[in-house]
């Protein structure tokens, strides 16, 4: 349950202003159509998360323990610093054409997330906690809760959260994370 409720946690705060936040703003306002966009991101998600959870599994079980809580510490720490850096939606077209809208949508967030903070946070995550599918769960659980008001209520939630705050809190959560694991202090959360 623990690495399921950090998963989602840790990444619902870090999707907030995100590139594939701003996607979903963007995907609604061209194409009015929420139930496809929110199943696209979903469909997208699940791909995504999964294929990036089988890495972090794969990780965790080809590094020794130690040095693997070295590497996942200080990527937790790595991923604090990263969380400060404002993002911005980058070259992604958004032109339903020949996929629709469901089909556009799951190209453009899987594209979107490859590298993203989200999936290096799921890989980091699953290499920390035994239960992949609790980390894919988690994270996915989290990219929606970030991602569907975005798609339902457009830019005008976005426009009265604080980005800088929402980053600042997510910046924290994965410093703990990373100090945390540094001294093998686990299942604090």
Same mark, same amino acid.
């Given at each position: ?57 794969? *990780? ?11 590497? +996942?510490? +200080? ?16 070259? *992604? ?8 809208? #469901? ?5 453009? #967030? #899987? ?8 999936? +290096? ?29 975005? *798609? ?19 910046? *924290? +959560? ?8 540094? #001294? ?6």
């Amino acid at each position: 349950m623990e690495a399921f409720l950090v998963s989602t946690g840790v990444v619902a705060l870090g999707e907030i202003g995100d590139k594939t936040q701003l996607l979903a703003l963007l995907l609604a306002a061209r194409f009015r159509r929420p139930i496809p966009i929110i199943l696209g991101i979903l469909v997208a998600t699940l791909a995504n998360h999964a294929l990036a959870g089988m890495v972090g599994d794969w *990780v965790a079980k080809a590094l020794g323990p130690d040095l693997l809580r070295w590497i +996942i510490g +200080i990527g937790f720490i790595a991923m604090a610093g990263w969380m400060l850096i404002p993002d911005k939606l980058d070259d *992604v077209d958004a032109g339903a054409g020949r996929f629709g809208v #469901f089909g556009t949508t799951v190209l453009a #967030f #899987f594209l979107a997330e490859m590298g993203d903070k989200t999936q +290096i946070a799921t890989v980091a995550l699953a290499a920390r906690y035994a239960d992949l599918w609790a980390v894919v769960a988690g994270t996915t659980l989290g990219m929606m809760l970030a991602n569907v008001p975005a *798609v339902l209520l457009g830019d005008r939630a976005a426009k009265r959260i604080s980005m800088k705050l929402v980053h600042g809190i997510a910046a *924290v +959560i994965f410093a703990v994370l990373g100090v945390l694991t540094l #001294f093998n202090i686990g299942h604090l959360f």
